[in-house]
C-alpha cells in the first residue's frame, strides 16, 4: 500500500535549466494535484489534473510550467528554465475524484534549489 | 474562486494547554473542510476533517468545528503535547478543488 510517492526529494538546477519532478498517486487514484511552498509558507494551488485532461491550471504560473499525466506513467510537473524564484517545495497529492469524497493523500514533496 | 484565510500565523501554547485555530473561507458552496498537520521536511498529513452537514466532530484530542452560516471552522487540540509541535492548515473543498489557509506553527513548550 504505497502512498504518494514523488521523485526526485530534493533537486539542484543552475538557472536556465530544466526541472522535471515526477509524482505517482496512489493506488486506484485518478487525480493529481500539484502545490507550490515557499519557505515559511503555505501551500499554493498550481494545477488539478485527471489522466490525460487539466482540469484547473489557475495556480499555474503561464511561462515557464507545464503539468501533465498521462494515461500510463507518473504525472510530471516541468519547470523550464528555472530561475532562483523558483525554489520550493512541490507536493504532488492524490485523490480518488469520486463524488465530492475530497481528501487528498500527500507525497513528501520534491524541494527544488536553483543555484 | 475559494479563498481561506487562517489564523493566528503562529501559537505558542504551554504543555497541557488547549489550543485552537481558525479559518474562515469565502465560496458558499464549499462542502468539505479538512485539517493537515506538516511537520518539519515531511509532506502534510490529514489530522481530521468535516462536511459541511456536520457541525462539530472529535477524536481524541482533537476536535474541528463549523458554521456554515457565518462561513468559519475551527481546529481545537486539548491537553497539547511536545509532539503537537508542527504546521497546522485548514483547507475548503467543493468537489476536488481544495484551497489552503496560510498555515499556523504551533509550538508546544514542554
Known amino acids: 500500500n504505497a502512498g504518494v510517492m514523488q521523485n526526485p526529494r530534493h533537486l539542484v538546477r543552475r538557472r536556465g535549466q530544466e526541472a522535471r519532478l515526477r509524482c505517482s498517486p496512489m493506488k486506484g487514484h485518478s487525480h493529481v494535484y500539484w502545490y507550490r511552498q515557499l519557505p515559511e509558507e503555505g501551500l499554493k494551488f498550481m494545477v488539478y489534473l485527471q489522466k490525460e485532461n487539466i482540469i484547473d491550471e489557475s495556480g499555474m504560473p503561464k511561462e515557464r510550467f507545464s503539468a501533465e499525466f498521462p494515461k500510463e506513467g507518473p504525472s510530471i510537473l516541468r519547470i523550464q528554465q528555472v530561475v532562483r524564484g523558483d525554489s520550493a517545495a512541490y507536493f504532488c497529492?492524490?485523490?480518488?475524484?469520486?463524488?465530492?469524497?475530497?481528501?487528498?493523500?500527500f507525497g513528501e514533496g520534491s524541494r527544488l534549489t536553483v543555484l | 474562486g475559494e479563498n481561506v484565510e487562517q489564523h493566528p500565523s503562529t501559537l505558542s501554547v504551554q504543555e497541557g494547554d488547549s489550543a485552537v485555530i481558525k479559518c474562515t473561507y469565502s465560496d458558499s458552496a464549499s462542502n468539505y473542510f479538512p485539517w493537515y498537520k506538516q511537520e518539519l521536511g515531511k509532506g502534510p498529513q490529514l489530522i481530521i476533517d468535516?462536511?459541511?452537514?456536520?457541525g462539530e466532530k472529535k477524536d481524541q484530542r482533537i476536535a474541528v468545528t463549523l458554521n456554515k452560516t457565518a462561513k468559519h471552522f475551527s481546529l481545537h487540540i486539548t491537553e497539547t503535547q511536545p509532539e503537537d509541535s508542527a504546521v497546522y492548515f485548514c483547507a475548503a473543498s467543493i468537489i476536488n478543488d481544495m484551497r489552503f489557509g496560510a498555515g499556523t506553527r504551533l509550538t508546544v513548550k514542554p
Open positions: 468535516i462536511r459541511s452537514n456536520v
Open positions: 497529492a492524490s485523490s480518488r475524484g469520486l463524488g465530492d469524497t475530497g481528501e487528498l493523500f
